[in-house]
């Protein structure tokens, strides 16, 4: 049965040789995807290390191969957890049959290490994102001049505080967060949150993963990056001017 439009479509039998197969769902960054899909069949991918991290846990690191890696992480951490529902992965074959490929075990996740090779895909990311904001705004300019003008709206909508109100993808906030950090070396998290409208909490999160909280000394109360994560030219540079927002 395949659902459409609420409704229940029979067509055909459905195939379950593998229905007592255990499998990992595992999610990816897109510029992983991205590199694996460009590979051919069969291709190895790269390699999976397993690290005994007590008697029944143990850590997963993932490294990609050198020829996908490229100026890509190579390095990933891959956090796993049973599922909270079951959780079946079914598939469709060449004749349009329907397979159930199997149980899902694990949810897996995985995450990069915050290394220099990050920092820079994290950047090309923001990059884009900014320019399909700039298309998305001229579009909305346009469509504005386009509208009729015997109709005067009443009340426009700010959407500023709209966006405000929107939790933003994670790796955009840590690109964000590099940005502020080129510019000063050091930072409060209430300046952040109001410079990307993001929750404290949300914030706090990605801060505690890249920065250093000082809670003695001149800079007492203020975030720094981790010594890994920083940019020593940037950091020179700023030394004659303001050193915190």
């Not at 959780?87 to 995985?110: D, P, R």
Request: glycine share 6%.
């Amino acid at each position: 049965l395949r659902m459409e439009d609420g409704e229940d479509i029979l067509v055909g039998e459905l195939g379950i040789k593998f229905a007592h197969r255990k499998v990992w769902l595992v999610k990816i960054p897109n510029f992983v995807a991205e590199a694996w899909q460009q590979s051919g069949p069969n291709a190895e991918l790269g390699t999976v290390t397993l690290k005994p991290k007590s008697e029944q846990e143990m850590d997963m690191v993932v490294r990609l191969k050198e020829d996908l890696a490229q100026d890509k992480p190579k390095d990933y951490k891959l956090l796993y957890d049973k599922p909270p529902t079951q959780m079946q992965i079914f598939s469709e074959n060449n004749e349009g049959q329907l397979l159930l490929e199997g149980t899902v075990e694990y949810k897996c996740e995985m995450k990069p290490e915050y290394t220099p090779e990050y920092r820079n895909v994290m950047k090309q990311r923001g990059v884009q994102i900014q320019e399909q904001k700039k298309k998305r705004a001229l579009i909305a300019i346009n469509e504005e001049d386009a509208a009729p003008t015997n109709f005067v709206p009443l009340k426009r909508r700010d959407h500023r505080l709209e966006e405000k109100r929107t939790r933003m993808d994670k790796d955009e906030l840590i690109n964000h967060v590099f940005h502020a950090f080129e510019k000063r070396p050091y930072g409060s998290i209430k300046t952040l949150a109001q410079e990307t409208g993001q929750p404290v909490m949300f914030l706090k999160e990605v801060l505690e993963e890249l920065c250093v909280y000082n809670k003695r000394g001149p800079h007492k109360g203020l975030y720094e990056l981790k010594q890994e994560y920083r940019n020593n030219k940037n950091n020179d540079n700023s030394a004659s001017g303001p050193q915190s927002f």
